[in-house]
């Protein structure tokens, strides 16, 4: 079974500053690769699917690139309403993962 | 889109629960659908998935042999059939519709309905 991983668990950032988040597999799910964002005491938003195709209605800060093993989340200027967890999941094969999240706060 | 979810609350380990979720504002017979639940402070755990037709099912190992996954086309619901139920499966349960067939991102949420599991 494959494993999801996502660093780092924590990453502090100061609005308007550019945020990096990383998610890993353990093999290939070649470009099925999703983000979600989830804020306390809310449902989970689609944000990137197929590695970097953004959802509906998302801003184009949010970007995202990878294939294979080797993803990562991109928010290129951080608004207050960014602040939130942030969790990769593969869609490659069954079982679907999710990975562990980032959680993105205020430096 | 409106995915609105109901069934949780406190049962007995070992007991039974059966989540609904009545979806409205698409064409619901055509899309995947899914289960991911949310333990109390934890991540997100994929459940379940089923076709648009119902014919295919998928199961997280955690839930297999234990959760069924089925819909009702003609009253656009999703439903989830909890049996033998554990500590461990207290959660926020989320309806999700896919992006497309089963298997594929999750485009929409409901707001989840919590399950207790407690003596």
């Known amino acids: 079974e494959i494993v999801m991983t996502q660093s780092p668990a924590t990453l502090s950032v100061s609005p308007g500053e550019r945020a990096t988040l990383s998610c890993r597999a353990s093999q290939s799910v070649s470009s099925n690769l999703a983000w979600y964002q989830q804020k306390p005491g809310q449902a989970p938003r689609l944000l990137i699917y197929g590695a970097s195709t953004r959802a509906t209605g998302i801003p184009p800060r949010f970007s995202g690139s990878g294939s294979g093993t080797e993803f990562t989340l991109t928010i290129s200027s951080l608004q207050s309403e960014d602040f939130a967890v942030y969790y990769c999941?593969?869609?490659?094969?069954?079982?679907?993962?999710f990975g562990p999240g980032t959680k993105v706060d205020i430096k | 889109v409106q995915l609105l979810e109901s069934g949780g609350g406190l049962v007995q380990p070992g007991g039974s629960r059966r989540l609904s979720c009545a979806a409205s504002g698409f064409t619901f017979s055509i899309y995947g659908m899914s289960w991911v639940r949310q333990a109390p402070g934890k991540g997100l755990e994929w459940v379940s998935a089923?076709?648009?037709?119902?014919?295919?099912?998928y199961y997280a190992d955690s839930v297999k042999g234990r959760f069924t996954i089925s819909r009702d086309n003609s009253k656009n619901t999703l439903y989830l059939q909890m049996n033998s139920l554990r500590a461990e499966d207290t959660a926020v349960y989320y309806c999700?519709?896919?992006?497309?067939?089963?298997?594929?991102?999750?485009?929409?949420w409901g707001q989840g309905t919590l399950v207790t599991v407690s003596s």
């Open positions: 999941q593969q869609y490659n094969n069954w079982p679907l993962l």
């Open positions: 999700a519709k896919d992006l497309a067939t089963e298997g594929t991102p999750h485009e929409y």
């Open positions: 089923i076709s648009g037709s119902g014919g295919s099912t």
